[in-house]
């Protein structure tokens, strides 16, 4: 079994920051692109920001300059570093995971965690 669990949500005024975590466990055998997305009441879920493998990372307009994506290999990690929060950051955010397990490769997903910025 795999499992991605999500950690450092909550609610923070406009302004403000707030760190993400995820961390992987289970029967892994590599994991190769990270990422987050979220999505906001009314809205299609949308990508936020991913990094590869490599350390490649890429960003939605939105939040370049605020939202800095990194990982840890050793601890199977991905963080999202959220700073000079806004309203329109509100969402639920959501850790993927691109990888190949003992018994398949694919996408793995968190159950997703609660961003509320406050006006």
């Known amino acids: 079994q795999v499992q991605l669990v999500e950690s450092g949500g909550g609610l923070v005024q406009a302004g403000g920051s707030l760190r993400l975590s995820c961390v992987v466990s289970?029967?892994?055998?590599?994991?190769?692109?990270m990422g987050w997305y979220r999505q906001a009441p009314g809205k299609q879920r949308e990508l936020v920001a991913t990094?590869?493998?490599?350390?490649?990372?890429n960003y939605a307009d939105s939040v370049k300059g605020r939202f800095t994506i990194s990982r840890d290999n050793a601890k199977n990690a991905v963080y999202l570093q959220m700073n000079s929060l806004k309203p329109e950051d509100t969402a639920v955010y959501y850790c993927?995971?691109?990888?190949?397990?003992?018994?398949?490769?694919?996408?793995?997903w968190g159950q997703g965690t609660q961003v509320t910025v406050s006006s």
């Open positions: 993927n995971a691109a990888m190949t397990t003992m018994f398949r490769r694919g996408d793995y």
């Open positions: 289970g029967s892994i055998v590599s994991i190769n692109a």
């Open positions: 990094i590869t493998s490599g350390l490649s990372t």
